[in-house]
């Protein structure tokens, strides 16, 4: 019985639930889109021209109203990929990406991507996800960042670190209970900042030119004075932004008292401790840098660059940083690195 059926009768149970999960997205570059979608209407897949040597479709993906459910861990997919003339994206945008092709150092070679002519400002390059993991439980989150920086030491991206049950926890470490001040990122002496997990990644993806560059490697926080020049170029609404929003704090939820009889969801209270900032800065011509707020950077330990080819056949580097005794400390002319192709 699947969940639609269950649901002209008796209620499905917890375990038919689990076993027959309602879809809302399946497959979407693979099985084209109805040729129009009239409001309440049925379109039928199998009404379009069939191919003779098609695996014929199962009645539960006939009709594109009705939800795929299967109970199977794999549903029965490739019948509607061959019955459908709609194809993925198929790549080929970029000639084949050869070793001969690339620079020896990762960093330069980000560059000259990062610097593609093909890449308009409009789509915003630098857009990246930073993924960090929790320790000890291991859980992973990610968000969206923008690159500020690169140097040949690595990339700088800017935020709020206060948070210590947020990305500022995961990376320098979380008090007990997961509450309390924001930490300092600036603040030497505070024994956090030598905690949590250092290791982290960057994934930028650049669809228009089938490119994509993955980043591992460990974080460390820019100085005080390196965080200041980046702070002192952006505009004054960002800045008093910064210092009123306390990063990932609870601003309102659902199950608090009132909460169901409507009215504010907590934006005010946001908005309240903007208004409060921008009367402590009123009288002040630069705003200084709030002490949790400033930029790391990614020290990569390796380096993939993802060029897309006809079929899934993409051509993959990974760049793999090589310690020896002959490398000093802090100094990043002196990596040096192996690059592998690897297996699409």
């Known amino acids: 019985?699947?969940?639609n059926q269950a649901g002209e009768g008796e209620p499905a149970s917890a375990a038919q639930y689990h076993r027959h999960p309602k879809r809302l997205i399946f497959a979407p570059g693979d099985i084209a889109a109805p040729p129009s979608e009239g409001a309440g209407s049925a379109q039928k897949i199998a009404a379009m021209p069939e191919d003779p040597a098609?695996?014929?479709?199962?009645k539960h993906l006939l009709t594109v109203d009705e939800p795929i459910t299967s109970g199977t861990s794999t549903p029965i997919a490739n019948a509607a990929v061959v019955s459908n003339p709609s194809r993925a994206h198929q790549f080929g945008t970029n000639p084949p990406l050869l070793y001969s092709h690339l620079h020896l150092n990762p960093l330069h070679q980000f560059h000259t991507w990062f610097k593609d002519a093909r890449l308009p400002a409009s789509s915003a390059p630098e857009t990246c996800t930073l993924a960090t993991v929790s320790m000890p439980a291991g859980r992973p989150s990610a968000r969206i960042v923008y690159l500020k920086e690169l140097d040949e030491r690595g990339w700088v991206v800017y935020s709020n670190w206060g948070s210590r049950a947020g990305k500022g926890g995961q990376v320098f470490g979380n008090d007990r209970d997961g509450d309390g001040e924001a930490m300092s990122l600036f603040d030497g002496s505070d024994p956090q900042l030598?905690?949590?997990?250092?290791?982290?990644?960057?994934?930028?993806?650049?669809?228009?030119?089938?490119?994509q560059v993955r980043i591992e490697g460990l974080i460390e926080p820019l100085s005080k004075e390196e965080s200041e020049t980046y702070w002192r170029v952006r505009e004054r609404g960002s800045q008093i932004g910064a210092w009123a929003s306390q990063q990932s704090k609870r601003l309102w939820s659902n199950d608090q008292p009132g909460a169901e009889e409507g009215g504010d969801?907590?934006?005010?209270?946001?908005e309240n401790r903007v208004k409060e900032m921008e009367a402590r800065f009123a009288d002040v011509k630069?705003?200084?840098l709030p002490p949790f707020w400033g930029g790391v950077r990614l020290v990569p330990e390796s380096v993939e660059f993802w060029q897309g080819r006809?079929?899934?056949?993409?051509?993959?580097?990974?760049?793999?940083?090589q310690h020896s005794a002959d490398e000093l400390d802090g100094n990043e002319k002196t990596f040096k690195w192996k690059v592998e192709r690897l297996s699409p």
Do not use: C
């Open 1 to 3: 019985m699947t969940l």
């Open 54 to 58: 098609a695996t014929p479709l199962p």
């Open 194 to 211: 030598k905690e949590g997990n250092k290791w982290a990644a960057l994934t930028f993806h650049w669809q228009s030119v089938e490119r």
């Open 265 to 270: 969801d907590g934006r005010s209270v946001l």
């Open 286 to 288: 630069e705003i200084p």
């Open 310 to 321: 006809k079929s899934r056949l993409h051509d993959r580097f990974r760049y793999v940083r």
